[in-house]
């Protein structure tokens, strides 16, 4: 042996050495893949520091997380992936308030928080063996942050071989493999951020055996008045294989993972006993997702079951028990068939999305998918407004707790820093809600607008542009006619739109003040439904739907939008959109065109209008009492009869344009206003 060694002193540097560095060349080229196979079940420790100063305050948090990944399904070198993971502590570590210690006094509150949010949290997605995700990013995690959703258990790993020294880009991060050491009888590559960007870094540790040993992130941010500092650690634990779904099943640890999993898979379903003894036994949130997966898979549980969990006092689980025998939605009948359309289904949750519509691709916004949506059936749908800066991530957060109950298609467009009505984020919107239209299953007579501060101040602005969209919307600590856009709303564009007033009558930032005028001179066009408002006492600018009092979602739900209003009065103030209901300003003055419409008996249209040269009057069936000609009153003038036609290829390209059967029409008559 000794004289091998002194031949090859190669060897002898390695053997020397084995503990420090493998004994691998450095120009050696080495691919990294993700190998997942059905059965595979990882464990890893997860830790996130979260550390905020401002002028003011200083705090820091720690959560530690025991993550479990299960490998449901593989093909085509693509992994079906649940993941769960289970809050092992949760701890406030330091608190000061303009230099004082006060952690003692904080950390009941805290205590508070923790509890209010769930102990499990789960996931799942499907992964190439690069470590792409295929499907839409879950953004809402484990713990509050603006930077733990680009973070996962699943790295994403190089395209092309790689050796020490090589560089490649990885989103808005420059990676270097840094060398390769020792992880329990491995040789794992060590790859590092090459230090671009100055608020973000990453370091990992990737093995051959396919699975991530170790991570380390953390970033920076500015959280309104606060630097925040995140850090979050991952640690491989163990790795055990040949397991099945029902034994994961069976472990709470894993549960909710594996029924996640599920919802985005075709595989079938465990045994019928495995399930159902989840939905008699289990907690609320497993027995739901039991019933999601049932209702994904058009299966159903045995109707025992189905009936007991009617009756659950967990709203999510009653709504979903109830799927199953509630008839299909029925939307109203149309002059004319239009051509079917198959939605697929989508993954659930709250999600990371980009739009696609041309002058916004790649423009970010959320969506949060209830887990019994299929595509097949039409969903409410709720446009959600944030406040501050306009931050989607900021809004979703801020009523995680109420998204599961509401049963409806959530958005949250991003005004990206923007405030909501300035034109960019104004035109953004409307072209966001035209595409969410196009691609979901949406109920259209049951769309919603809220939002808070900002986005309270944005939804009655949206609302007075767009009223023709809207079932009803909900202000929540917002400015109104206060709105630091300047622009006069015409408050009489909502005589067909259900307002509620949301505000605290002690914050600091927008008066209550301004809702409550805004809500008199809303009630002074006496519209079609009395306005709602309600001052909450003892209450900052902290109102949301998590802590509302209960008040949104129920005024919400109590209105269905009616198209066909008999009556439009419309204030045209943003030219870019020229149309309300059955109206459509196609000249007139900027920012002052006025039209009041209302269809009388015989068939009689009655048109007043002001800076007003040429008007389009939009007209389908639904819009009248009796058959027979139709006649327009223009400013006391009274056109000729005509006969309404029945124009089935304008009714499709209006239906196609507006995102609308509704709002499509299958005649349209041009007048020149002469006055």
């Not at 059955?582 to 003055?589: A, M, Q, T």
């Not at 209006?654 to 299958?666: I, R």
Request: net charge negative; with cysteine.
């Amino acid at each position: 042996m000794e004289r091998i060694l002194m031949r090859s002193p190669s060897i002898t540097r390695c053997l020397a050495l084995l503990l420090l560095v493998p004994c691998v060349a450095s120009a050696q080229s080495t691919t990294l893949r993700h190998k997942l196979t059905p059965g595979d079940r990882l464990v890893y420790h997860e830790v996130f520091d979260k550390e905020g100063s401002s002028s003011e305050i200083t705090f820091h948090s720690r959560w530690v997380f025991s993550s479990q990944l299960v490998v449901l399904d593989s093909a085509r070198e693509q992994s079906l992936i649940g993941v769960q993971r289970n809050r092992q502590s949760a701890d406030l570590i330091a608190y000061t308030d303009h230099g004082k210690d006060t952690l003692a006094l904080q950390k009941a509150g805290f205590a508070q928080r923790v509890a209010d949010r769930p102990v499990h949290f789960a996931d799942a997605n499907v992964f190439s063996s690069t470590g792409l995700a295929l499907l839409p990013i879950q953004v809402l995690r484990e713990a509050n942050s603006k930077l733990l959703y680009r973070i996962g258990e699943v790295i994403v790993l190089p395209t092309a071989p790689v050796q020490v020294g090589s560089e490649w880009d990885a989103g808005s991060l420059r990676l270097t493999l840094e060398r390769f050491e020792p992880v329990g009888d491995e040789s794992c590559a060590v790859i590092s951020d090459t230090g671009t960007r100055a608020d973000t870094h990453l370091s990992f540790t990737f093995c051959p055996s396919g699975h991530l040993a170790s991570l380390d992130f953390e970033g920076h941010y500015q959280e309104f008045e606060s630097a925040i500092h995140e850090k979050v650690s991952l640690r491989l634990q163990g790795v055990t294989h040949n397991e099945t779904p029902a034994s994961w099943l069976s472990n709470r640890d894993t549960q909710l993972g594996i029924l996640t999993a599920y919802l985005s898979s075709v595989s079938p379903l465990p045994d019928a006993s495995v399930m159902d003894d989840i939905l008699r036994n289990g907690y609320p949130d497993a027995q739901a997702l039991a019933l999601a997966a049932y209702y994904q898979h058009s299966q159903s549980p045995t109707k025992a079951v189905l009936e007991s969990l009617k009756q659950s006092t967990d709203p999510e689980v009653r709504r979903i028990a109830n799927e199953f025998t509630v008839a299909p939605a029925r939307l109203g009948a149309q002059p004319c068939e239009l051509p079917a359309v198959r939605r697929a289904p989508e993954k659930t949750g709250t999600t990371l999305r980009s739009m696609k519509a041309p002058g916004f691709a790649n423009t970010p916004y959320i969506l949060h998918v209830p887990i019994e949506y299929r595509g097949d059936q039409p969903f409410p749908l709720l446009i959600y407004l944030s406040g501050g800066s306009g931050l989607a991530l900021d809004a979703g957060q801020s009523i995680r707790n109420a998204l599961k109950h509401s049963g409806y298609l959530l958005l949250f467009p991003n005004a990206a820093g923007d405030h909501w009505w300035q034109p960019e984020s104004t035109e953004m919107v409307a072209a966001l809600l035209l595409e969410v239209l196009r691609t979901y299953n949406v109920d259209t007579n049951r769309v919603y607008l809220t939002g808070f501060s900002n986005g309270g101040t944005g939804t009655i602005e949206y609302a007075t542009r767009w009223p023709d969209r809207f079932a009803a919307i909900a202000s929540l600590m917002g400015a109104g006619l206060s709105s630091p856009s300047g622009t006069p709303l015409p408050l009489e564009n909502l005589s067909n739109v259900p307002t509620l007033f949301l505000h605290g009558d002690k914050d600091p930032i927008i008066p209550s003040a301004a809702s409550y005028t805004t809500y008199e001179a809303l009630r002074g066009t006496k519209p079609r439904v009395t306005p709602e408002i309600h001052i909450l006492k003892g209450r900052a600018h902290d109102i949301t739907l998590n802590n509302d009092d209960d008040y949104t979602l129920p005024f919400l739900m109590r209105f269905t939008r009616d198209p066909f209003p008999q009556a439009v009065t419309a204030k045209f103030l943003d030219p870019r959109f020229p149309r309300q209901y059955w109206i459509e300003v196609v000249e007139g003055e900027k920012g002052k065109s006025e039209v009041v419409a209302r269809i009388l008996d015989g068939n009689l249209i009655d048109i007043d209008t002001k800076h007003v040269k040429k008007l389009r009057v939009l007209l389908r069936p639904e819009l009248f009492k009796s058959l027979g000609p139709v006649r327009i009153r223009l400013n006391g003038n009274e056109q000729a009869p005509i006969d309404l036609k029945h124009d089935c290829e304008l009714f499709h390209r209006s239906a196609d344009a507006s995102a609308d059967p509704f709002l499509a029409y299958t005649d349209k008559v041009m007048l020149d206003v002469t006055h």
